[in-house]
């Protein structure tokens, strides 16, 4: 992760030498966000800009901190004259994304929220938001997402487990009800929203009680999605050494409960738009992609990019 943005040469090298080198870097003295642009292009529809790389969070099950090191964030002018290039292109979303997108800025000392300010008065139609955390969400932030049209209604905000005493352990910084509060604000505010979540079946200590309190949780919590996963160990991560492990059988019959649960929860929301008028871009292949994160099958005589409106 420290050479990315040199692999071209390093390619080069060998190639000319065939000699075998190592290239390795101490990730945690990196200070500057380092790739080949900004933009990439996913579905050769929906530009995706890079804003920010690393996460000051060391939750204890993740080794992402020590694979991308601490926050670094692109110049949110750079931003701006990007996301403007696109538009100017014709392209009708662009796609913010980060290892954890709401805490871009902090190491320059701004925001994400300030980011959002310019970006809105740009031509772009439609700005997504990747994955974000309820702890990094000001009032600002959440009365602007929850208000402006130009920001997608699609909030991806990972739960993790529905169980306070199974949160405390993995060291997420929230409750089941401080991180319930938000996801109600987002959805009363904004009907269409889309709210999609992760949970993590079988955490060590997990046991009956508090798998009922998350199944409990994503049953009542108005998602729209839930990507499941069973926990397992990562080198360099405290819950690595954490005890009362989950058997693998029933990490796997949880798992099985909770992915039952996201099926319901897709078909619910689908229902609970139908006949909605929404914005959405054009894929390939006569599909789209409403603005709240619905795939249709759609011909609209557009090319893929361009921002059309549909019925649901």
């Known amino acids: 992760n420290t050479h990315k943005s040199e692999v071209v040469k390093i390619l080069e090298d060998y190639l000319t030498s065939r000699r075998k080198r190592i290239h390795v870097g101490e990730i945690f003295r990196e200070n500057r966000l380092k790739n080949f642009d900004l933009i990439t292009y996913f579905e050769g529809s929906r530009p995706f800009i890079k804003i920010q790389e690393g996460c000051n969070r060391f939750c204890t099950f993740c080794v992402i901190p020590f694979a991308r090191g601490k926050v670094r964030s692109a110049d949110p002018q750079r931003v701006v004259d990007q996301v403007r290039i696109l538009a100017d292109m014709g392209f009708g979303e662009v796609v913010l994304s980060g290892t954890q997108l709401s805490q871009y800025g902090w190491d320059l000392g701004t925001s994400l929220y300030q980011l959002l300010l310019e970006l809105i008065k740009t031509d772009i139609s439609l700005i997504r938001l990747s994955s974000m955390h309820i702890g990094e969400m000001d009032d600002n932030l959440i009365d602007l997402i929850t208000s402006e049209e130009k920001i997608a209604p699609h909030f991806h905000l990972s739960l993790q487990s529905g169980s306070d005493k199974i949160l405390e352990r993995m060291g997420r910084g929230y409750t089941l009800a401080e991180y319930s509060k938000i996801v109600e604000k987002i959805v009363v505010k904004r009907p269409p929203s889309a709210v999609g979540t992760d949970i993590i079946a079988g955490f060590p200590g997990e046991g009956e009680r508090e798998f009922g309190e998350t199944l409990k949780a994503v049953k009542e919590l108005p998602f729209a999605y839930i990507h499941v996963f069973p926990y397992s160990d990562r080198p360099f991560t405290r819950s690595q050494s954490f005890g009362n492990k989950v058997r693998e ?18 078909e619910e929301f689908l229902e609970k738009n139908r006949g909605r008028r929404l914005r959405a871009v054009v894929l390939n292949s006569g599909k789209v992609l409403t603005e709240n994160y619905i795939e249709l099958l759609r011909e609209t005589g557009q090319k893929p990019g361009k921002l059309v409106t549909v019925e649901v």
Not at 249 to 266: P, S, Y
């Open 249 to 266: 059988t029933v990490k796997k019959d949880r798992v099985a409960i909770l992915r039952e649960v996201d099926c319901r929860k897709r």
